[in-house]
């Protein structure tokens, strides 16, 4: 006759102990709340990063309007109402921007807030630099005069 099948009667229960199991859970569960715990952090910076972006954006819009329109386009800081506004020279308000976060002030270092101006060919009428702090970071915003480049960078 022939064995099919063989049955092992001496089988040997080779499994994970309750210990094991429970320090391979709490392995698992520290790995997946590590990138919860990181994502304030990296989510802050990534917010702030984007205010002094879109606040260049702008400032680059006001220079283009001014080679597009032929004339001076004046950007205004008005801190108190927490916006900035960009209007050309018979006051015709063209952006009117609130501040993206309640924690944006704006310092002079060289260059007045109340006067960033480019004139028709959009080159600047002043260089210099400006600070923006948002929510502990500082930027620093440097307006060149000969070619109006517009660079920013983080402290």
């Known amino acids: 006759m022939v064995k099919l099948f063989s049955i092992n009667r001496h089988s040997s229960q080779s499994g994970h ?6 320090v391979t859970l709490l392995i698992l569960s520290i790995l997946l709340l590590l990138p919860i715990i990181f994502l304030p952090n ?28 032929g004339r001076t386009i004046e950007v205004s800081i008005n801190q108190t109402g927490k916006e900035y506004i960009i209007r050309d020279t018979s006051n015709n308000i063209l952006l009117r921007r609130p501040f993206m976060d309640e924690t944006m002030i704006f310092h002079s270092s060289s260059l007045p807030l109340t006067n960033i101006r480019f004139l028709y060919n959009g080159n600047p009428m002043y260089s210099g ?17 000969g070619k109006g480049r517009v660079d920013y960078r983080k402290f």
């Open 17 to 22: 102990t309750l210990t094991e199991l429970l």
């Open 42 to 69: 990296s989510w802050n910076s990534y917010k702030t990063e984007e205010v002094a972006k879109q606040f260049k954006e702008d400032l680059l819009l006001a220079q283009h309007l001014a080679m597009a329109h």
């Open 129 to 145: 630099t400006m600070l923006l702090e948002v929510d502990g970071d500082t930027y620093r915003f440097t307006i060149l005069l």
